[in-house]
């Protein structure tokens, strides 16, 4: 059996002010192919579907038209949870709709999925955050512990513990009792999951740049430890690069976003995990490479005519740009900047320092030329950068006049 494992999508992220749709029109075309070439017979999407609780029109249409191709007209199971950036009652509200399709929407960590079947699987169990799947040309079934995002003291109250009971200890158990009570040896088990969830002595996994955090201290850390033992695949959701927290033969597995989100991203490749699984037996899955999308790139140059040259070989990128300057930027060179690259999401002047320029607090001298005067001030509001000339000349105008 192939289980297609993606999250993230973000749908209706920004960069700063600048749109990603038509990026994540072409990612999404892609993963469908993918899905397609690879046969995969499930997917599951882990959370952050969206990248606000009210996406806009664009954003919401792109996420059902690529859902309903994933699912092939109900040929092929597609699960997608709730993530922290989505509203877990905007998830729930079309599931009756997309239940003809194939599609199982999960927006609160509680679902029980009704039951139901298509012509390419059917729904043979379900609890609350359990569902089992017999899927066609399978003699055997496939069982999913999922657990859509919610705060702590939510996910307690979804649970029935007390708020004192740390989130680890709860989850922990609530798996276990699930997995005791229906993931036996004769069918495929697996865990879906949107969390914060890190392995036992090994260094905390940054969360992502800009990213709403999940994790506050860590008294309600969420180890890879409480994954029940029958669990053979975890497929977690929020982490925005690719990460096995587990091991080659139980993985845990942060699939990545299918974009770079944010400049802390840059660089990286991202991915759709194809995981290959039998019951009770080790699992095999490989990183399939997303290639769509703009490359994310941080450059520093200290020299405009390079930086120029630079930007316009380079057009297809987004970009955060540093200039080192020992003078505050002419207008007329980020004019220029501007108007040879249209992907500039940031451009930020470096002062390089200049010890003997460096401004201390000392005695103002009145009587010393007001331009100087003028000068000191300038590199004191400025980061120590110094005037240009094009500064200084319109200083002297205002004054003369």
Known sequence: MKILHTADWHLGKRLDSFSR??????????IIQIADQQEADLVIIAGD???????????????????????????????????NHDSPNLIDAPDPLARASGIIL?????????????????????DTGFIELAINNYDYP???LHTAYANEIRLKQYLGEEK????????????????DTYCDHKGVNLLAAHLYMNKIGTSLIEEPDGEKPIK?????????????????????GH??????IGSPDRPVVYASSPLCYSFAEAGQTKYVTLVNAVPDSLVTFEKIPLTQGKALIRKSFDDIGQCIAWLAENQETWVELSLKSQTFLKAEDRKLIYQTHAGIVYLIPVVQQDNEHTVKNK???????????????????????????????????????
């Open 49 to 83: 579907l969206f990248d606000t609780f009210n996406p806009g029109v664009e954003a919401i249409e792109l996420f059902y038209r690529t859902i309903k191709r994933l699912s092939k007209n109900g040929m092929r199971p597609v699960i997608a949870l709730a993530g």
């Open 216 to 236: 506050i201290g860590n008294a309600d850390l969420i180890y890879s430890e409480s994954i029940p033992n029958q669990i053979q695949y975890t497929a977690l």
């Open 142 to 144: 496939v069982r999913i």
């Open 239 to 244: 982490i925005h690069g690719f990460k096995n």
């Open 21 to 30: 749709m038509d990026e994540q029109h072409l990612v999404m075309e892609e």
């Open 363 to 401: 005695e103002i001298n009145l009587g010393q030329d007001i331009s100087l005067l003028f000068q000191d001030y300038f590199r004191s509001k400025n980061a120590n950068q110094t005037p240009n000339d094009e500064i200084l000349d319109l200083f002297r105008e205002i004054l003369n006049s």
């Open 106 to 126: 999960i927006g609160h960590p509680n679902a029980i999925v009704t039951p139901f079947a298509t012509e390419g699987f059917s729904v043979l169990r379900s």
């Open 164 to 179: 004192e009971a740390k989130l680890n200890e709860v989850l922990a158990k609530n798996w276990q009792k699930l997995a």
